[in-house]
């Protein structure tokens, strides 16, 4: 508990640059609780914010392994059903097990990657208080690292909705598109440097905005965020990375859209109902 205590002290001075208030011994316990609780919850935010960064970087290695796998089972199939010699068959066969002890291992990672993105609910985001525009700012500071190749721009609307999306799986389809944004980035320099020539100016900018009903969903709004980015050769429109998008917002009921635009540069409009 103290140390608990003295980690929201050192956030407190953090943010608000400056010691909290004094706490009385008549009412201690509760004004404490009741002046360290918005800090409870930016600790949440923030540990959201994270577990979201942790699961975006596990399942691309992630998914190769299981290709990998499925790709490796077949060719041990194949070279069983074309081998005679018993010694040979026999270490297949040991090969197959240690195959089969793999896949015991990918399937409890991957159970434990989708407990991880699911254990904000839309629900909590809710009652917690944590608004699009707070996931957007958060994710945004988390990959800041990969975006300095280009002059960003965010614009919420105010007094948008609620998205019914978890935030640790928004922000994971976030940080997917703008990790599309800073490799096509990174390449158009490395080309542009390969030939002697000048990059550009690069530009990224994501906008929140109350879009359409949702198709059945009793005239309930949706959230709309469009991500776009200029000064580079390519997009990222064909990725398959964007299947992992796709998914994450699938399971919310919400959509991706990809226009394409001159260039090979791209407009990705993310469509997700909100909390009713």
């Known amino acids: 508990m103290d140390a608990l205590v003295a980690g929201i002290m050192t956030r407190w001075r953090d943010e608000v640059g400056e010691d909290p208030p004094e706490v009385t011994a008549g009412g201690g316990t509760e004004a404490a609780e009741t002046a360290a609780a918005p800090l409870a919850r930016e600790r949440a935010k923030l540990l959201s914010m994270l577990g979201a960064a942790l699961v975006h970087e596990l399942r691309n290695p992630l998914a190769y392994i299981v290709a990998n796998h499925q790709m490796l089972g077949q060719d041990l199939i194949w070279l069983l059903e074309r081998t005679d010699d018993a010694e040979s068959r026999a270490r297949l066969v040991d090969l197959q097990d240690l195959m089969a002890d793999c896949r015991t291992g990918v399937t409890k990672l991957s159970t434990f990657l989708d407990a991880l993105s699911r254990m904000t609910s839309a629900r909590a985001l809710r ?150």
């Open 127 to 276: 009652e917690g208080g944590t608004t699009l525009a707070e996931v957007v700012d958060g994710t945004m500071k988390l990959m800041r690292p990969r975006l300095v190749r280009f002059e960003t721009a965010v614009e919420m609307a105010a007094d948008l909705p609620v998205p019914a999306m978890s935030p640790p799986a928004l922000a994971q389809a976030l940080m997917v598109l703008l990790g599309l944004a800073s490799d096509a980035a990174q390449r158009h320099a490395d080309g542009a440097a390969r030939v002697g020539s000048a990059a550009g100016a690069r530009t990224l900018r994501l906008v929140g905005s109350v879009g359409a009903p949702h198709p059945g969903a009793s005239a309930a709004p949706t959230v709309e965020l469009h991500l776009a980015w200029t000064g580079v050769d390519e997009g990222g429109a064909g990725d398959p990375d964007l299947e992992i998008v796709r998914a994450a917002l699938s399971e919310a009921g919400g959509t991706l859209e990809v226009r394409p635009a001159a260039g090979g540069a791209a407009t990705f409009v993310l469509r997700i109902p909100a909390v009713r």
